[in-house]
């Protein structure tokens, strides 16, 4: 579980960064400087209190919190780094940080509670002692320092400074010596390139945490690494070793550039809660991949061909974010008709896909679906041919994303769009990027109530027009004073990460 909290550190020390030029905290620099200690503190006490098992609901309730706070954080972050210039100051609902602080609070307390308990049953503590929220007592300290190694301190976090070479032939660890890495429980060397994978990362038993960048692949003999909780690999690998699969603790299975392919599942992964991408193949849908990983949050799926294929995802009730992915050449860009998707389904990202109009009556009833991007898909009309001076879309009469608040049109086809306030009655954010053919944004988006602002990027001079010729009726006609336009150099960058 100590990704979670890792990932949340990660995100509040990059926002206090003081070299950071996007932006300037502001007003909530304590409270998240608290924040950030009591994460950090929370993280010392999991990684250094190894007595048992920690029980499932206060893990639930820790990763939940992580979860929320991280959600917090990062929807203020690119919500303010994209509508304000560089350098703008970046806040923060204090009610919300207070909260998920007291919450952190809780956990940490009910966790020195536990562990402090463990340590007087077994015999290792001589009494009790009063207990906080912030401190373990002296006798559970030393039980700890008893259970590990005085040097585990200098090795217990292992990170490749930025400085090294990004790229190395050597495939070992230089400098570090072998029986200190047997006590390394969080692993980074995404700071350099390896061509081969170094073979001594699989005798680190205790491994927790491993981000690499290794071109060769990930090895036979992973699963020896059986309380590994998160796998990063930023760069692309020739070779993914099926004996991930036998890896049940793994949380999150994160890689770039790569279509992982599943041909044997051997358990049940109900820990897994990130996985990006997973081909999909008549195999993978025969072994029941998707009832395999009951409790996934974050899903990556790529067609290839065979666009019959029928994917349901429909059980997956703890599903919020999920990424459709295929080639526009190959026959399996057809597959999204093929697709059921899950009611509680937060975040949707559709890239190199066919969109056909009967896939927004579907989207339409996921009560549930804040963020809706549409990336490099061309859009066509069932039972005909694409034709692209005529491919529209036009959100139907009842065709209400009743929960949206992000929409990002990207790299289409699309030449008419036909839509009013009745479609997105939620609408906050319209994000338009190098939709060439698009003759105009509908004037009725304009009427949104809810919308703040809307994003034009690489555009034609139509597009901006008619974006300017919104913002222009809302002022004079209106008084609508609110809605903003912007065309800022770094928005294409900044979305374009996704999961």
């Known amino acids: 579980m100590a990704y979670n909290l890792q990932s949340l550190i990660t995100i509040i020390q990059r926002i206090l960064n003081p070299e950071e030029s996007l932006w300037i905290v502001d007003g909530n620099t304590p409270q998240l400087q608290s924040l950030l200690q009591k994460a950090e503190s929370l993280l010392h006490i999991l990684e250094k209190s190894s007595l048992t098992n920690i029980p499932i609901n206060l893990e639930s309730r820790i990763r939940d919190v992580s979860y929320k706070a991280e959600d917090i954080i990062e929807s203020n972050m690119v919500r303010q780094m994209l509508s304000t210039p560089q350098g703008s100051r970046l806040t923060f609902s204090t009610p919300n940080l207070h909260r998920v602080i007291q919450l952190l609070d809780f956990a940490t307390e009910k966790l020195v509670k536990h562990v402090e308990g463990k340590a007087y049953s077994t015999g290792l503590s001589s009494s009790s002692g009063a207990s906080s929220s912030h401190d373990l007592s002296p006798d559970v300290q030393q039980t700890m320092q008893q259970l590990q190694s005085v040097k585990l301190e200098e090795v217990d976090e292992i990170k490749m400074p930025v400085a090294v070479p990004l790229s190395s032939s050597k495939n070992n660890l230089v400098g570090v010596d072998a029986d200190m890495l047997q006590l390394v429980r969080v692993l980074d060397i995404m700071g350099m390139l390896l061509e081969e994978f170094p073979q001594e990362i699989l005798q680190l038993v205790n491994l927790r945490y491993l981000a690499i960048n290794c071109s060769s692949g990930l090895p036979d003999g992973m699963s020896r690494l059986h309380n590994l909780h998160t796998l990063i690999c930023p760069h692309f690998m020739r070779y993914v070793t099926s004996e991930l699969w036998e890896m049940y603790e793994l949380r999150d299975i994160k890689m770039k550039g790569i279509i992982i392919q599943i041909r044997k599942i051997k358990f049940d992964l109900k820990k897994l809660q990130t996985l990006s991408t997973v081909l999909i193949t008549p195999k993978l849908i025969s072994i029941g991949f998707s009832e395999r990983i009951p409790n996934i949050m974050r899903l990556g799926i790529y067609y290839e061909d065979l666009p019959n294929i029928e994917v349901d995802l429909s059980h997956l009730l703890k599903l919020k974010i999920l990424r459709c992915q295929s080639q526009l050449d190959k026959d399996g860009s057809r597959f999204l008709h093929k697709l059921r998707f899950p009611s509680n389904l937060r975040k949707l990202t559709l890239i190199r896909c066919v969109v ?58 699309l030449v008419h769009w036909k839509a009013d306030e009745t479609n997105f009655p939620k609408l906050q954010r319209l994000f338009v990027a190098r939709c060439y053919k698009l003759e105009e944004i509908p004037s009725a988006i304009g009427d949104i109530p809810t919308l703040q602002r809307i994003y034009i990027c690489e555009c034609g001079a139509s597009i901006l027009a008619s974006a300017q010729q919104i913002l222009k009726v809302q002022q004079e006609e209106y008084d609508n004073f609110d809605l903003e336009l912007y065309m800022p150099c770094d928005v294409c960058r900044l979305y374009g990460v996704t999961i």
């Open 356 to 413: 056909f109009r009967s896939l927004f009556t579907t989207l339409c009833t996921l009560p549930n679906l804040e963020v809706l991007r549409i990336m490099k898909c061309a859009f066509e009309r069932e039972g005909e041919k694409v034709e692209e001076e005529e491919e529209e879309w036009e959100a139907t009469e009842g065709g209400e994303f009743r929960s949206l608040l992000f929409l990002q049109l990207e790299s289409l086809n």
